[in-house]
């Protein structure tokens, strides 16, 4: 089951429909622990899924989460490098010089 549903989130994903191939992976979320070894991988991407259809607040939540909880799987390392890159982007976009339209 659990290999099917990760087909299902790649061919979905790869489609371009994100919402669904979130919904397949909430449903693979159901199905293991947080202890599994597939935990972190599927949860960080669960979060590029969230971001790739535009919830910014929920991709943020679920690598805060990641990080919290596996913070030395590699998918956890990952969580603190890409919230750390968001806060380094946001803080720059400060400095950015403003662009006047004709």
């Not at 919830?55 to 909880?69: A, M, P």
């Amino acid at each position: 089951v659990k290999d099917c549903l990760d087909l299902l989130i790649q061919v979905t994903e790869a489609s371009g429909r994100y919402g669904e191939a979130l919904s397949w992976s909430i449903e693979y979320n159901k199905l293991i622990d947080v202890n599994h070894q597939d935990w972190p991988g599927l949860r960080y991407r669960m979060a590029q899924l969230y971001r790739k259809g535009g919830d910014e607040d929920r991709w943020r939540l679920v690598l805060e989460d990641l990080k919290e909880r596996r913070p030395k799987s590699l998918y956890g390392r990952l969580a603190v490098s890409d919230l750390m890159d968001e806060n380094l982007e946001t803080r720059a976009r400060e400095y950015a010089p403003t662009v006047l339209s004709p």
